[in-house]
């Protein structure tokens, strides 16, 4: 079967701009969740999603934030962008139907490079 | 909020030699530890886990503890390969779905020929 996909793969903004990134779970998956990757931090937990509703949240700004559709696909918004940005951002499916997996499967992720 | 800490953040070892990774975790209402490792480029993909009611797993040349008193768990590799060669990161969780995961910083491991 398919496995999480996410895009754009790669993208470039300036300071203050806004993106949008998108992730389509495995078929029958209904969380998604959200991670920022940077070479200094490691893997930070966003948020995460289930039944379009926001289960849970981490430690970031409010200008992190996302949103999840009826089909279960993700997007996660960040606005006013900073340098500190950029970063690796991951989003992992789980949860098939109403049932834990026990395993985050992960996208290939989105590079968002802020210049 | 919880805290993982792992070390070390750099480990090399020769092909053959056992490879620890350790964590310590700061929550004791975690109860499940999983181990991602990530290749270059790639995305993470979880190696083995271990939930709070058992002390130790394997799976072939990996293994992992967990001390629930001292808040600690490691990752063992024996007989390392060159393909073994991978950033390594432990996680905890208290979700009861384990779909909120807090990770350390990551161990990058290199195994040498």
């Known amino acids: 079967k398919a496995g999480v996909t996410q895009t754009p793969r790669y993208l470039i903004k300036t300071r203050g701009q806004q993106v949008t990134l998108s992730c389509s779970p495995i078929?029958?998956?209904?969380?998604v969740s959200w991670y920022q990757q940077t070479p200094g931090q490691g893997l930070q937990f966003l948020f995460e999603?289930?039944?379009?509703?926001?289960?849970n949240k981490g430690n970031f700004p409010g200008r992190f934030s996302g949103r999840q559709f009826s089909n279960s696909r993700s997007e996660m918004n960040v606005s006013t962008l900073e340098l500190g940005d950029s970063a690796l951002y991951l989003c992992?499916?789980?949860?098939?139907?109403?049932?834990?997996?026990?395993?985050?499967?992960f996208g290939e992720g989105s590079r968002l490079t802020v210049l | 909020g919880e805290n993982v800490e792992q070390h070390p953040s750099t480990l090399s070892v020769q092909e053959g030699d056992s490879a620890v990774i350790k964590c310590t975790y700061s929550?004791?209402?975690?109860?499940?530890f999983p181990w991602y490792k990530q290749e270059l480029g790639k995305r993470p993909q979880l190696i083995i886990d271990?939930?709070?009611?058992?002390g130790e797993k394997k799976d072939q040349r990996i293994a992992v503890t967990l001390n629930k008193t001292a808040k600690h768990f490691s990752l063992h590799i024996t007989e390392t390969q060159p393909e073994d060669s991978a950033v390594y990161f432990c996680?905890?969780?208290?979700?009861?779905?384990?779909?909120?995961?807090?990770f350390g910083k990551g161990t990058m491991l290199l195994v040498s020929p």
């Open positions: 992992a499916s789980s949860y098939f139907r109403d049932r834990p997996t026990g395993e985050l499967f």
């Open positions: 078929s029958g998956h209904r969380s």
């Open positions: 999603y289930f039944s379009e509703t926001q289960r």
């Open positions: 929550d004791s209402a975690s109860n499940y």
């Open positions: 271990i939930r709070s009611n058992v």
């Open positions: 996680a905890a969780s208290q979700d009861s779905g384990y779909s909120t995961l807090t």
